[in-house]
């Protein structure tokens, strides 16, 4: 039977008595002295971030959890933040925390363990943002046709940049405006959200011009390269950014998050200046053939109403011709009423001449048929008149119908003459500004070149230190055969004085005498 551990322990014993700090100070001191640095690889547990900045997560496998703790300072400076279910290498050292018996992992550096585990946490990412809403088509904005100020955010060091720019400055020159940031390590994600949100937070009107659109480029890379793009800082910038977003991350294999949230993703950064701007070749031409177009629709515009009033007019014939045959049938019947009042006139007086009639009844006959003829008179004016007052007023309808059509025809045509005026005008001014500004681009360039062309001509050569060495015949001799060959060689200096040398080896020729130069006179 063991004894009582009770009365082992003797009053007299030898044995040291250790205070409870001093016990946990020599496991602190044992334990950081045998695990000085240490990687773990582990999977991420509970992950908590107080206000205080710090960060207190668990490292477990399937049979064990190890505490795990990031000082503020520290998590500043990680390239990977920790979270839960996402496999890390996590490097450290290893102590103790008195004040619950326990250890843990002051972790100072986490990786992620492998390309497996980046991509089930890009997974876990993509679909909890996509489930906010912030990949929704309704909420992007389509791109403007010609932005006057373009925003890039890249590095302002690498060939990105050159791309761009010299693909804009091909196809539509265009102001650009460059937001210098880091494109990956633990600073990318920062910079990249900094730099949207900053655009954004432009005035309009401001010293500063807000652009109207912005690029957000990088180059191909590995994916632990083009990570930075991936975080939700950046994809939360791009979706709410209210200036239209053009991503131009890596090749066109790679894929981002920021891809998603963008207004348009781009293949590559020169096909996302492609995107930005159209070509200006291309612009003028259809500005061209617009004005040709106009002008053609304007002059038909006023010969279309001038053709229909000539139809209208053709087709409503003369006035005169209305009563063209009403005037034949009564010459005809004219002509014929006086041979017929006369027939008329022998036929009753042959009548009367056989039968006499008694004057009274003479003069009735006589006063009715007067009054017969009269009455048959006043018919005849008032029929007349009748008439002419219906072909009056048809004609006066014809006539404001036919004004009220001119006068409609008329206004539309000067309607649309002003539209087309005004937006003539404004195609135009647009042209003259996009002239203006070429031409001070190529009055730059030949500016560059004629000054180029200053400082690479013979002229600073020669002042350089340089001589023009020329031959008999005036020809610039250029190797030495040619200037063994040579009986004299004239050398032209930078103050165009000639001296002039012989070879050695060359034959002698008399000298020409020179004559004197004349005498110099001074004046006072």
């Not at 909420?139 to 100020?149: H, Y």
């Not at 994600?189 to 949100?197: D, G, K, N, T």
């Not at 920021?258 to 003028?284: G, H, K, S």
């Not at 017969?372 to 005849?380: E, I, V």
């Amino acid at each position: 039977m063991d004894d009582d551990p009770e009365d082992a322990a003797e009053p007299g014993s030898n044995a040291h008595e250790f205070t409870v700090s001093e016990l946990s100070g020599a496991l602190k001191r044992s334990i950081e002295d045998q695990f000085g640095r240490v990687r773990v690889r582990a999977e991420v547990g509970r992950v908590s971030r107080p206000g205080s900045g710090h960060l207190y997560f668990d490292l477990k496998d399937d049979r064990a959890v190890l505490a795990a703790v990031t000082w503020k300072g520290q998590a500043a400076r990680l390239v990977q933040r920790p979270e839960e279910g996402m496999e890390v290498i996590a490097t450290g050292r290893l102590t103790t925390f008195p004040g619950q018996s326990k250890y843990q992992m002051i972790v100072d550096q986490i990786e992620p363990a492998g390309a497996g585990a980046l991509m089930a946490m890009l997974d876990r990412r993509r679909k909890a943002l996509a489930a906010e809403g912030l990949f929704d088509e309704d909420r992007k904005c389509p791109l403007p046709f010609l932005p006057r100020v373009i925003g890039v955010v890249t590095s302002p060091s690498g060939a990105v940049i050159r791309d761009i720019l010299h693909r804009l400055r091909d196809r539509f020159p265009t102001r650009v405006l460059i937001w210098p940031v880091a494109v990956q390590g633990e600073g990318c994600a920062p910079q990249v959200s900094a730099a949207i949100r900053g655009f954004n937070a432009l005035p309009p009107e401001g010293p500063v011009p807000r652009p109207d659109l912005i690029i957000v480029a990088r180059g191909g890379g590995s994916l632990e390269d083009l990570w930075g793009f991936n975080e939700e800082a950046v994809v939360r910038a791009a979706a709410d950014s209210a200036i239209p977003l053009i991503s131009a991350v890596g090749h066109e294999t790679d894929t981002t998050l920021i891809d998603f949230a963008a207004d348009r993703r781009a293949p590559t950064p020169t096909a996302a200046a492609e995107m930005a701007v159209p070509v200006r070749a291309d612009l003028a031409a259809r500005l061209a053939e617009a004005g040709a177009r106009m002008a053609r629709s304007r002059v038909q515009g006023l010969q279309r109403p001038r053709q229909r009033l000539r139809d209208l007019a053709r087709a409503m014939g003369r006035p005169s011709a209305l009563t063209d045959g009403a005037r034949q049938r009564l010459d005809l019947q004219g002509a014929r009423l006086e041979p017929a009042l006369r027939h008329g006139v022998r036929a009753r007086r042959d009548r009367l001449a056989r039968r006499p009639m008694p004057a009274a009844t003479l003069r009735q006959f006589t006063a009715a048929k007067r009054h017969a003829l009269d009455r048959a008179a006043t018919r005849l004016d008032s029929a007349r008149a009748r008439r002419l007052d219906r072909t009056r007023d048809r004609l006066t309808q014809l006539q404001e119908r036919l004004d009220s059509s001119l006068a409609r025809v008329e206004a539309t045509a000067r309607r649309a003459i002003i539209q087309q005026r005004a937006r003539l005008a404004e195609l135009d001014q647009r042209l003259a500004v996009g002239l203006r500004r070429g031409q001070a681009q190529r009055r730059d360039a030949v500016q560059r070149l004629d000054r180029m062309r200053q400082s690479l001509g013979p002229d600073e050569t020669l002042r350089r230190g340089f001589v023009i060495v020329r031959g008999p015949d005036g020809r610039v001799i250029t190797s030495p055969d040619a200037a063994a060959q040579a009986p004299r060689l004239d050398l032209q200096f930078a103050d165009e004085r000639r001296v002039t040398v012989r070879p050695e080896g060359a034959p002698d020729r008399p000298k020409r005498r020179r004559p004197a130069p004349p005498e110099q006179k001074t004046l006072i």
